[in-house]
């Protein structure tokens, strides 16, 4: 049974960070990566990472994102770094798992205070 479960969501003040984790089972697991959802808005990518590594950011958010994987424990990280107002949207995590296909986390909050 593969499962992905979200967590290191919360409240920050406009400047701060936080790091969320995203931890997966039951798979080998090929690209992951982590998507977000504002109120009224269609959900967008943040960023992604292969299994070898390679990564890709929205320009929202390039050189203030960092996303990072061990391949070891199946976990992929997002690194939030001088968090924006309009960074505020649920976050939820995504990976390919090798042989089942695409699964989705249940998502943790993130907001942004200004």
């Known amino acids: 049974q593969v499962q992905l479960v979200e967590s290191g969501g919360g409240l920050v003040q406009a400047g701060g960070s936080l790091r969320l984790s995203c931890a997966a089972s039951?798979?080998?697991?090929?690209?992951m990566g982590w998507y977000r959802q504002a109120p009224g808005k269609q959900r967008e990518l943040a960023a992604i990472?292969?299994?070898?590594?390679?990564?890709n950011y929205a320009d929202s958010v390039k050189g203030r994102f960092a996303i990072s994987r061990d391949n070891a424990k199946n976990t992929v990280y997002l690194q939030m770094n001088r968090l924006k107002p309009e960074d505020t949207a649920v976050y939820y995590c995504?990976?390919?798992?090798?042989?089942?296909?695409?699964?989705w986390g249940q998502g943790t909050q993130v907001t942004v205070s200004s």
């Open positions: 995504n990976a390919y798992s090798i042989g089942s296909g695409v699964f």
């Open positions: 039951g798979s080998i697991f090929g690209t």
């Open positions: 990472i292969s299994r070898d590594g390679n990564t």
